[in-house]
């Protein structure tokens, strides 16, 4: 079954310019492949006995601007507490994410979201989370990571989105969500969701 302005759109809070894009495919309802209506974006929603499992969704962005789109939508998926990791290489778009995913949370405003690469950690405070970005890059041993004291930031109202956080098997084991980024051409990139 698919939908291009659908009941589901509405209740995932899809933005009508991604599902008129693209698709939305909801599974096992189909067990066919969904035929794109355009290749800009893509979204697919597993289901499996009510609960969602594996990939949650999967966009192709064309811009810098359709990953921050894409980084809005998932407002719904991030509702506080989570520990999400950004996984990616180097300038595949993981703080361009970041931007839309502050937005969405009124957190802070998209210019105002920086890589943390050096910082380590950079706080984003809005009024219903605290998202708090993190670049562990550098941070090469379990000493190193102790002293950022990450524990001491997971709340009830905060947001971890840590990037290279499969470094460290707990992260792995603790995450909630993990959202991969890969290169799909010079401005393209293929996002992944996966709880």
Known sequence: MFFRDSPLREARKIPPSLSVLGIVSCLPCSPRKPKLLSH???YTAYMTAGKAGGLLREVTTRSADE???FGRTLADLLA???LALLRGDLGAGKTTLVKGIAAAFH???EEDVTS???TLVHEYRGPQAILYHIDLYRVD???ELDTLALDDL??????LLIEWGEKFP???RERDLEIVLERAGENDRTIRVID
């Open 107 to 109: 957190a802070a405003a």
């Open 67 to 69: 990953t921050i789109a």
């Open 80 to 82: 506080p507490p989570k």
């Open 141 to 143: 041993t379990q000493r």
């Open 154 to 159: 997971r709340e009830e109202d905060s947001i």
């Open 116 to 118: 943390p690469t050096f």
């Open 40 to 42: 800009a974006y893509r």
């Open 170 to 172: 707990r992260f792995v």
